[in-house]
């Protein structure tokens, strides 16, 4: 590990992992780059507060305005994970991991769209008391409807259908795996290899369990391939 201490925010949950999509791109990058670094676990329901109070800035205008992942490395404090990996190449740059043009990061967001309400409708059932009435308020009001109403199981199968769409999309855009089965990267991983990983960890860790099921052998398993290429990047500090 490279002589560091960042302090890296995340959610906790009933999960023994964590789950957040957005984390686990990091924490995969500050693995990865063997940066030394430890986890602050926050409720959900108190996130607004205990970033505020470490002095992170808020990454949006409207509710939720502060987001993990989030870090503090000395007198740096950085929200926003795209922001976090820039600082992270510029300050640490051994074990190089590359940010590629906007486009990537546009194709992963489009499958993540799609993914994003197979997804969320099953997270409350990880977490406890005020972040459960968090979460179930917060999302109301994201989706503009409730939770239930998200993905009900009538509609599941076609709405994973779509996912599957979206999915074979990606997989054109990326091509075949490197020797390694990184997507993005040429010799080594892409930063997007580790975003993209961040949301299939998510649905594996925080989905039912048939969704990662049906998605896994999809496209050459390329998708699997990639999660167990991150498997030994995902140790949690
Ligand atoms: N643009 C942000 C988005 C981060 C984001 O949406 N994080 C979610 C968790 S994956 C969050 O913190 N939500 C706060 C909330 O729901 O209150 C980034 O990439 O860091």
């Known amino acids: 590990m490279q002589a560091a201490s960042i302090t890296l925010f995340d959610f906790d949950s009933k999960l023994e992992t964590p789950f957040s999509p957005r984390v686990w791109a990091t924490r995969l990058l500050l693995n990865y780059k063997q940066i030394q670094h430890k986890t602050t676990w926050i409720h959900f329901s108190e996130i607004g507060a205990v970033l505020e109070a470490a002095r992170v800035p808020p990454t949006r205008t409207t509710a939720p305005k502060y987001t993990v992942p989030a870090i503090i490395d000395g007198e740096n404090i950085i929200a926003d994970s795209r922001a976090i990996a820039e600082y992270i190449e510029r300050t640490y740059p051994e074990r190089p991991v590359p940010i590629l043009a906007a486009d990537h990061q546009k194709a992963i967001d489009s499958a993540a769209?799609?993914?994003?309400?197979?997804?969320?409708?099953?997270?409350?059932?990880?977490?406890?008391?005020?972040?459960?009435?968090?979460?179930?308020?917060?999302?109301?009001?994201?989706?503009?409807?409730?939770?239930?109403?998200?993905?009900?199981?009538?509609?599941?199968?076609?709405?994973?259908?779509?996912?599957?769409?979206?999915?074979?999309?990606?997989?054109?855009?990326?091509?075949?795996?490197?020797?390694?089965?990184?997507?993005?990267?040429?010799?080594?991983?892409?930063?997007?290899?580790?975003?993209?990983?961040?949301?299939?960890?998510?649905?594996k860790v925080a989905g039912l369990p048939d969704l990662w099921e049906r998605i896994e052998s999809l496209n050459d398993a390329k998708w699997s391939k990639l999660v167990s290429v991150v498997e030994s990047y995902m140790s949690v500090y």
């Open 113 to 203: 769209a799609v993914l994003r309400p197979l997804v969320v409708p099953n997270v409350v059932n990880h977490l406890e008391g005020r972040d459960a009435v968090y979460f179930r308020e917060s999302r109301r009001v994201m989706f503009g409807k409730e939770l239930h109403e998200i993905c009900p199981a009538s509609q599941r199968d076609e709405m994973i259908g779509a996912f599957e769409v979206a999915l074979t999309e990606l997989s054109d855009f990326v091509g075949q795996a490197n020797e390694q089965g990184w997507l993005f990267g040429k010799d080594g991983p892409a930063y997007e290899d580790f975003e993209l990983a961040g949301w299939f960890i998510w649905a």
